[in-house]
Nanobody
């Protein structure tokens, strides 16, 4: 069972930046971040594979950057130019097998979620 420990998040004004971190207890094929806004379905934001291939949702391209630590199993999500519509609970997710990067059903392991609130 892969354990995921998230950190980061908080309250920021529009145009500001935040950084999320997610540490996994073991190596996985892919890790990333999904988010669920008020009254919305959970959606993928950014994913990175163990080969450092990345996938981004159209809504965050050019503003969010996902990366992996050189040592260990930690993934970071740098979020810049945040908008009120980025307000959501952000969940770290991981999977050990091949699958659709942007499909939540592809992921077997989930963090507890961290709140990101962007004020206008």
């Amino acid at each position: 069972q892969v354990q995921l420990v998230e950190s980061g998040g908080g309250l920021v004004q529009a145009g500001g930046s935040l950084r999320l971190s997610c540490a996994a207890s073991e190596r996985t094929f892919a890790m990333g971040w999904f988010r669920q806004g008020p009254g919305k379905e959970r959606e993928a934001a950014a994913i990175i594979t163990w080969t450092r291939g990345t996938t981004y949702a159209e809504s965050v391209k050019g503003r969010f950057t996902i990366s992996r630590a050189d040592v260990g199993n930690t993934v970071y999500l740098q979020m810049n130019n945040l908008k009120p519509e980025d307000t959501a609970v952000y969940f770290c997710a991981a999977r050990k097998l091949f699958g659709d990067n942007l499909l939540s059903a592809s992921y077997d392991y989930w963090g507890q979620g961290t709140q990101v609130t962007v004020s206008s």
